[in-house]
Antibody, heavy 123, light 108 residues
Framework: QVQLQEAGPGLLKPSETLSLTCTVT??????????WGWIRQAPGKGLEWIGS???????YYNPSLRSRVTIFVDTSKNQFSLTLTSVSAADSGFYYC???????????????WGQGTLVTVSS | SYVLTQPPSVSVDPGQTAKIPCGGNNIESYSVHWYQQKPGQAPVVVVYDDSDRPSGIPERFSGSNSGNTATLTISRVEDGDEADYYCQVWHSTEHQRIFGGGTKLTVL
């Protein structure tokens, strides 16, 4: 059973850059055909897709975040990362890394989730 | 952009049937997936591709999709089914994963 573990700072100040890494165990990014993605959830709110990336270089982003987001899939480290620039309080919430099944080179369902990491943006 | 609309809450008595709708323009042309999220936990897919069930999900969970509404149906509802439920589609033209706003299922 694949395991995903998020890592990164829990507290940032407005205008700073959020960097999170997801370490994948019991699966190989280079050996599988999955997409690897990020989803966030503000406390008490719904799910928001941030983006998904594939080892081939194909990456899809939520249009509302595209200008501030970068997802990098690192096959050499079996990790993938999220960078979100110019954060504000609206970016606070739980951030989950995910493994997505692949259908015709597009993310299908999410079959595995990390436990989530809480990010708080506050001055 | 494409929008999926869910009611904020649905209530049902134990043993009865719960129906959670997900509205979207011509949603029947999309494959709809449903996720269950219990408090303090990551979501889990309970129905995918409109009506398929992952292994381990009880047969009580079923889905349908027609016209402008997809529906998650939970038969013989149990206390343990109390959770937030989200519908989701992949918009192939916009290359975007879209979630509904979520529905809180309360078992009375």
């Amino acid at each position: 059973q694949v395991q995903l573990q998020e890592a990164g700072p829990g507290l940032l100040k407005p205008s700073e850059t959020l960097s999170l890494t997801c370490t994948v165990t019991l699966d190989s990014i280079s050996g599988s055909d999955h997409f690897w993605g990020w989803i966030r959830q503000a406390p008490g709110k719904g799910l928001e897709w941030i983006g998904s990336g594939h080892k081939s270089g194909a990456i899809y982003y939520n249009p509302s975040l595209r200008s501030r987001v970068t997802i990098f899939v690192d096959t050499s480290k079996n990790q993938f990362s999220l960078t979100l620039t110019s954060v504000s309080a609206a970016d606070s919430g739980f951030y989950y890394c995910t493994r997505d099944l692949n259908t015709a080179m597009a993310p299908h369902i999410i079959d595995s989730w990390g436990q989530g990491t809480l990010v708080t943006v506050s001055s | 952009s494409y929008v999926l609309t869910q009611p904020p809450s649905v209530s049902v008595d134990p043993g009865q049937t719960a129906k959670i709708p997900c509205g979207g323009n011509n949603i029947e042309s999309y494959s709809v997936h449903w996720y269950q999220q219990k408090p303090g936990q990551a979501p889990v897919v309970v129905v995918y591709d409109d009506s398929d069930r992952p292994s381990g999900i009880p047969e009580r969970f079923s889905g349908s999709n027609s016209g402008n509404t997809a529906t998650l149906t939970i038969s013989r509802v149990e206390d343990g089914d109390e959770a937030d439920y989200y519908c989701q589609v992949w918009h192939s033209t916009e290359h975007q994963r879209i979630f509904g706003g979520g529905t809180k299922l309360t078992v009375l």
